[in-house]
């Protein structure tokens, strides 16, 4: 069986979830929970970055990071479902699936500067920089919202989703008084998509 090494604070960890149940292989996949701050964690003998999500294969290789892990998804399942056929389309997902993934980024580097750094030594400038990112995305997304394709749900939606819902857990939604259409589109997103609230850390 496969085994996927993630955190359910991961936000990366939230978006291969949520690809593995759109394809329906969720039941083919184990969960296991990793530290990526404690060196006797194995995950750094699985994957020598020590990041997550990875993913282990039954052939004992892994993959990482989470853009890998979902190319392999699709090109498992064939459907196009998570990334769709057609050059226009595919290129327009994996544009949508780049920007949230980038959003992720930047709140991700306000939330470690804050963490792993003394007080004293955080930088305002670097915390302000990496929010003009977040901001700027949340304005193009909102701009340009995921289009939905059938059968499923496709990775330039799940990723948006992830990132929204980080947003929610670490800044307290905040983003949620200045962007009332990405609001919708997440609420309609979750109805779609249950295994978005099963995935909330």
Same mark, same amino acid.
């Given at each position: 069986?496969?085994?996927?090494? &993630? ?18 292989? &969720?039941? /083919? ?7 990526? &701050? ?5 995950? +750094? ?28 998804? /699709? ?19 994996? +544009?949508?699936?780049? *920007?949230?993934?980038? *959003? ?9 500067? +804050? ?29 340009? *919202?995921? /289009? ?18 980080? *947003? ?34």
């Amino acid at each position: 069986m496969r085994v996927l090494r &993630t955190s359910p604070a991961s936000p990366f960890g939230r978006k291969v979830r949520m690809a593995i149940d759109a394809v329906g292989l &969720t039941h /083919d996949v184990r969960i296991v929970a990793a530290d990526t &701050t404690d060196p006797a964690d194995d995950l +750094r003998q699985q994957n020598p970055l020590g990041k997550i999500p990875t993913l282990l294969l039954e052939n004992g290789e892994a993959l990482f990071d989470s853009r890998v892990i979902v190319e392999y998804l /699709d090109a498992l399942d064939g459907r196009g479902i998570l990334v769709p056929h057609g050059t226009e389309r595919r290129i327009a997902v994996l +544009r949508q699936q780049a *920007l949230a993934d980038g *959003l992720l980024d930047a709140a991700l580097l306000q939330v470690y500067e +804050r963490r792993f750094r003394p007080e004293t030594h955080q930088l305002a400038s670097w915390v302000a920089h990496q929010q003009g990112k977040v901001e700027r995305a949340l304005d193009a997304l909102s701009a340009r *919202l995921p /289009d939905a394709f059938a059968p499923g749900p496709n990775i330039g939606e799940i990723a948006t989703a992830a990132a929204l819902g980080y *947003l929610d857990f670490r800044f307290e939604g905040q983003w949620r008084a200045t962007h009332p259409l990405l609001v919708q589109w997440l609420g309609d997103f979750a109805r779609r998509v249950p295994m978005f609230d099963r995935t909330a850390p």
